[in-house]
Structure formats: structure tokens, C-alpha cells
């Protein structure tokens, strides 16, 4: 039986479809209303938040960093300049994959593995967001080209024009002036971010680097508009750095080569002053190192070659060398036992070619075995007589001797603006007993009275102890800066000057030392042979190996690098001093004939015109030619 035929029913399909639209309509209006309220919520609530971060993205604070100030010589000679280069950076947000970018840079300027790992390191350092890492510096003209040419390839990498320090007389015044160089991950901690944002180098040591706050100047910046891709498009604001100061040095070009021509390419120290102010004229460490090799990054090759190296190229003698001063201290003891009564000028001790402690049989040397008889002080600072000095130093006794000694600056930092500079070592009961857990005995006064033991002093102590005597006890720290920005450095901590009971005694012992090079039995007066004005000077000896008691000293029994060095202090004119020198030769032996010799060629080049006579400001000082005689 067939089915019926159902009919359609219009009306309920009509209110299906009614009901169906006005859901649909609702649920339209609702995403409407909540696509409104996003719109309003972002562009009217959140308006200020927004429009700062479309802002940031599109305009872009830049840092521009100050150019370093200028280092001169006293003469204005240039030792320190800015030179324009041309440095590879990355910018770590923009490149994106940088370790991919560093990967198409060493392809596209066919760099070594050993780069790649540098570039790296580089990258890795903590920088500002959006700061530049240089990775490389001192691009040629084909690399430029070819990172142009592959633009395309390297976002984030730009070539950019920087100044970079350079020395432009090398090797001269890498110890005093020393380098700049990277900043490294400590230095980052330290150093303020705001003002070094965008300097990426710093100096390490010497004149660069206790002066860095001065020489840094202050950081500027720069607005800029960029597009997607962070290209800049226009300034819209800047903000001039402050450049460095400039400094002059004290130092003189003309005499430090004529000091580094003097040490004959021996392994030495010279340092040359100015009695009347501090001012280092000259500091020669011998050998040196060109400072040019720091500032972009030395290979790792280079600087093992430097730092292994058996003669020590960048170890600064003049200020971290710790030697004995030998004899070159007798002149401080002479004034010590002078000022604190134990001894007069005319006080004389038989010298019979050694000493003994009362009740002791051990014998103290005098380098003149044979003895010189009788000698007063003047005798005993021109002969360099030992068994005086052992005689002297045992009646002061060492708590007298070293207060003394301390007074004219030894055991203590003596320099103004050398940061590098070591304290040395004055030794003392109370640093024997907590240094070496053993008492103080009498014959350790004794050694120390002829400046060996435990004693050590630097080149630069020892020229300032003599400057002392020069200047009869009025003390002005030895400094290298002369000016910055056209004011002279100021000493903020000033020693006191040694005054002492009887003002004569600095011209009793600046006679015994004129003995030295003039007198007929003078240990040092070949080095005094035509001179035009006359030095007061006094040589000295430092051991390097210990010599048994009853032995005598033997050159061919020893290594050359265990030979004892050569010491000289010396200060001229000697009637109204104008330069005082201090020099060590390593493994010289001789005071009197290797280190006099070079005391007398750096004094000539100062105080001599080229007619071989005393210049005209120093010709007040002039003294009939002196010869020597052998007795």
C-alpha cells in the first residue's frame, strides 16, 4: 500500500530560517561590539603605551662616543693621536641569527676558524640592547667592498668609520704612556654604562689609564628615524659629545732616545728628573714593545711571544722593577747618621778590608779587600767604603735606619700619577717577624747599611731618594703629566720635606758624592773624564746570587742572567742641580763602569747645546773642565 505524500510546510521552514539569521546577526553584533572594544581598549586606553613602542621602533637613541684627547710630548710632539678606521659590526637584534651572520662573513671575506671563534667571543660579551659589536676593525678597502657587495645577505652588519688610538713613536713610551685596549667582562662591571655606551675600548695601562676619566671626555647621542629594516632615514636630534682633555707629558722625546741610545740595547732602566718640580724627563725600560698591537687585539701568537719572552719586554722596570740599591743608598744612610748624631764629618773608622760585630768572628766584606785605612764620611762616600757603612749602620741600629730610609721614600710609593708603581720593601723587626716568623739579628742592620738584604727599591724610588739630596730634603713627587687641559696636576696627599738639625749636612754629603766623580780616588770619575760642570753621583752593586762567605765574586763561575746588576744615581750641575738620573743595568757588574757611563750620556743630552757647552739656562752652572788623575 503506497505512502502518503507529505506536504511541505512553508511556515516552519520559514521560522527555522528566521531563527537561524537572527543568531547569526547576533552573534555578529557580538564579535562587532568585541572587535570595537579591542579597537578602543588599544587605540584610546592603551593610546600612550602604544604610540611609545611604535615610536621606539621607529626613532632610535644612538650613542656617539667623544673623541679621546690627544697625548703630547713636553716639546708638543704628538705620542698619542686618534686616526680614523673602518670597523665591521653586528647588531645582535637586527641580524637576528648572528651566529648564521658570523658564518656568511668569514665565507664572504674568506676569514679563518680561528677568526670566526674570535668573532664569537665578541658577541657573546654583554653589551646594551641594539648596541653595535665590533668584530672586527681596520677593514681594507677589498673587505669594504666585498661586505657591500653582500649587503643583501647581512642584516644587522654595517662597516662603520671610527677614530682609533695610535702611537705614533711605538716602542719609545709604551711604559710610561701604555696602551688602550678592549674592554673586557670585568671592566664592563665598573665602568659607567651611560657614558662608555658605544666606546669600546679603554686604556690598561700607564698615562692611558689613570688618566682615563680625564682623557674619556663624555658620551653624546644622537635621534634617529629608521625604517623596518632599521636603516636610518633622518637625525632628528643630537647632543654633541665632550671630548677628552688633552695632556701634556713632562717627558722629552729627544732625551728618552738619547736614554734608550745610552742603555745600548741592554736590559736596563733609566729615569731621568727634574729635582726642582718632580718632573720625569725620561723613563726608559729596556727592552719595550710597540703599544700598536694592543688597541685593535693582539693575537693570541704575538702576545705569547711577549709574555714568554725570557727578557721581559713588558715588564716596566722603572716602576715594578724590585732590585737591592746596593751603594747607591749610602748617601741617605751618610745623611742618617749625620742628623741623628752617631757620626760627624771628620768621625773616622780603620777599615782593614772587612768588619766585626763585638763578640762575633764572622767578617763583613768591604769590596776593597785590602782595605783603605782610616776613612772619614767623605772618604767613605767616595770610595764606596763598606766597613764605614757596616760601622754606621750598626751604631743606628735598624729601627733608626729604616725610619730614615722611609723618609726619603723607600718601602713606599713615591710617584704621583703611576699607578704601576711598587711600594718595594723596607724591612723592619716587626715585617721580619710576621713575614718570616724569625727575630731581627744585628748583622742583617749591618747588610742593610750597604743596601743589600732584604731591602729592594725601584729605579724610580732611587732617583727620588737622590732628588732629595739634590733638593737638600724638599720633597715634590715624581709625575708625568706636565698639563691637562692647560692645569697642572695637583698632589692631593704632599710629603713631608726631611729637615734636618744641621741644614750643612746635605752639602757634606753632596761633596763626598761630587768625590765620587772627581775625586782622584773616585770609584766612578772616568765617567766624569771633560766634563764642562760637575756631577754628584754614587754607583752601586746588586747582587743576584749570594756569595759565600770567604769566596770572592767570579763573572766566569756565573750565568750572564746571574751576574750582578749595575746601579747609578747622579744628580747636575752638583752647585745648582738641574737633572737627577738613576739607571740599572741587569746583569751589568759594574756601577761605576757600565751604569756611570750612561748617567753621563743622558745628563749631556739635557744639559749640553750642540757646541758641547752648557746650554744658556744652565750656564750659571758652569765649572771649570774637570779632569782625573790616578794617585
Known amino acids: 500500500m503506497s505512502q502518503p505524500i507529505r506536504l511541505k510546510d512553508h511556515e516552519k521552514d520559514a521560522r527555522l530560517v528566521r531563527g537561524r539569521v537572527v543568531v547569526g546577526a547576533i552573534a555578529v553584533m557580538v564579535l562587532i561590539c568585541v572587535l570595537v572594544a579591542r579597537l578602543y581598549f588599544l587605540q584610546v586606553v592603551q593610546y600612550e603605551y602604544h604610540s611609545t613602542l611604535s615610536e621606539n621602533n621607529r626613532v632610535h637613541v644612538q650613542p656617539i662616543p667623544p673623541s679621546r684627547g690627544l697625548i703630547y710630548d713636553r716639546n708638543g710632539v704628538i705620542i698619542a693621536n686618534n686616526r680614523p678606521s673602518f670597523n665591521l659590526s653586528v647588531t645582535r637584534e637586527r641580524a637576528g641569527d648572528w651566529e648564521g651572520i658570523l658564518d656568511r662573513i668569514v665565507e664572504v671575506l674568506e676569514l679563518t676558524p680561528e677568526d670566526r671563534a674570535l668573532f664569537e667571543k665578541r658577541m657573546r660579551q654583554g653589551r646594551r640592547p641594539f648596541e653595535p659589536v665590533p668584530v672586527m676593525q681596520e677593514l681594507t678597502e677589498e673587505q669594504i667592498a666585498r661586505i657591500a657587495v653582500n649587503q643583501f645577505r647581512l642584516p644587522g652588519v654595517e662597516v662603520v668609520a671610527q677614530l682609533t688610538r695610535h702611537y705614533p713613536q711605538g716602542?719609545?713610551?709604551?711604559?710610561?704612556?701604555?696602551?688602550?685596549?678592549?674592554?673586557?667582562?670585568?671592566?664592563?662591571?665598573?665602568?659607567?654604562?651611560?657614558?662608555?655606551?658605544?666606546?669600546?675600548?679603554?686604556?690598561?695601562?700607564?698615562?692611558?689609564?689613570?688618566?682615563?676619566?680625564?682623557?674619556?671626555?663624555?658620551?653624546?647621542?644622537?635621534?634617529?628615524?629608521?625604517?623596518?629594516?632599521?636603516?636610518?632615514l633622518r637625525v632628528l636630534k643630537r647632543t654633541d659629545p665632550v671630548p677628552g682633555k688633552d695632556i701634556v707629558l713632562t717627558l722629552?722625546?729627544?732625551?728618552?732616545?738619547?736614554?734608550?741610545a745610552a742603555l745600548g740595547g741592554r736590559r736596563g732602566a733609566v729615569v731621568a728628573l727634574d729635582p726642582s718640580n718632580g718632573e720625569v724627563l725620561a723613563m726608559v725600560s729596556q727592552p719595550s714593545f710597540d703599544p700598536n698591537l694592543f688597541v685593535t687585539g693582539i693575537p693570541f701568537k704575538t702576545y705569547s711571544e711577549l709574555r714568554d719572552s725570557i727578557d721581559r719586554p713588558l715588564f716596566n722596570r722603572v716602576l715594578r722593577g724590585l732590585y737591592p740599591p746596593g751603594s747607591t743608598i749610602k748617601p741617605a744612610v751618610a745623611i742618617a747618621g749625620l742628623d741623628s748624631g752617631v757620626v760627624t764629618p771628620t768621625t773616622r773608622v780603620f777599615d782593614p778590608g772587612y768588619y766585626t760585630l763585638p763578640n762575633y768572628d764572622h767578617k763583613y766584606r768591604n769590596w776593597n779587600r785590602t782595605g783603605d785605612g782610616f776613612v772619614d764620611l767623605d772618604t767613605a762616600i767616595m770610595r764606596s767604603n763598606d766597613t764605614y757603612f757596616y760601622d754606621l749602620a750598626h751604631k743606628l741600629g735598624i729601627d733608626r735606619l729604616g725610619d730614615y730610609l722611609s723618609r726619603f721614600g723607600i718601602g713606599q710609593k713615591v710617584s704621583l700619577d703611576m699607578f704601576e708603581e711598587s711600594p718595594g720593601?723596607?724591612?723592619?723587626r716587626e715585617w721580619k717577624r710576621i713575614t718570616r716568623r724569625q727575630v731581627w739579628y744585628p748583622g742583617e742592620t749591618l747588610?742593610?747599611?750597604?743596601?743589600?738584604?732584604?731591602?729592594?727599591?725601584?729605579?724610580?724610588?732611587?732617583?727620588?731618594?737622590?732628588?732629595?739630596?739634590?733638593?737638600?730634603?724638599?720633597?715634590?713627587r715624581p709625575h708625568l703629566a706636565r698639563t691637562i687641559e692647560d692645569q697642572p696636576p695637583q698632589d692631593p696627599n704632599p710629603m713631608p720635606d726631611i729637615v734636618l738639625r744641621d741644614h750643612a749636612d746635605w752639602a757634606r754629603v753632596t761633596h763626598g758624592m761630587e768625590q765620587v766623580m772627581q775625586g782622584a780616588r773616585g770609584t766612578a770619575r772616568k765617567a766624569a773624564l771633560g766634563s764642562v760642570y760637575r756631577i754628584a753621583g754614587k754607583s752601586g752593586t746588586a747582587q743576584v746570587v749570594a756569595i759565600r762567605q770567604g769566596e770572592r765574586y767570579d763573572r766566569n763561575k756565573l750565568q750572564e742572567r746571574h751576574r750582578d746588576h749595575a746601579l747609578f744615581v747622579g744628580f747636575a750641575p752638583a752647585e745648582s742641580p738641574k737633572i737627577v738620573v738613576a739607571v740599572m743595568v741587569e746583569n751589568g757588574e759594574s756601577g761605576s763602569g757600565v751604569a756611570a757611563p750612561v748617567v753621563r750620556q743622558v745628563m749631556d743630552a739635557w744639559l749640553l747645546g750642540p757646541d758641547g757647552q752648557l746650554k744658556p739656562e744652565y750656564a750659571s752652572a758652569t765649572a771649570p773642565e774637570i779632569t782625573a788623575r790616578e794617585e
Open 171 to 232: 716602542a719609545h713610551f709604551a711604559h710610561s704612556v701604555g696602551y688602550m685596549g678592549r674592554i673586557n667582562e670585568k671592566e664592563l662591571k665598573t665602568l659607567d654604562p651611560v657614558n662608555y655606551s658605544g666606546t669600546h675600548q679603554i686604556g690598561k695601562t700607564g698615562i692611558e689609564r689613570f688618566y682615563e676619566a680625564e682623557l674619556h671626555g663624555q658620551v653624546g647621542y644622537e635621534e634617529v628615524e629608521t625604517n623596518a629594516r632599521g636603516r636610518v
Open 447 to 476: 747588610i742593610l747599611g750597604i743596601g743589600q738584604g732584604y731591602m729592594q727599591a725601584t729605579p724610580l724610588q732611587l732617583a727620588q731618594a737622590t732628588a732629595l739630596i739634590a733638593n737638600k730634603g724638599r720633597w715634590n
Open 252 to 260: 722629552d722625546i729627544q732625551l728618552q732616545q738619547a736614554a734608550e
Open 425 to 428: 720593601l723596607m724591612p723592619s
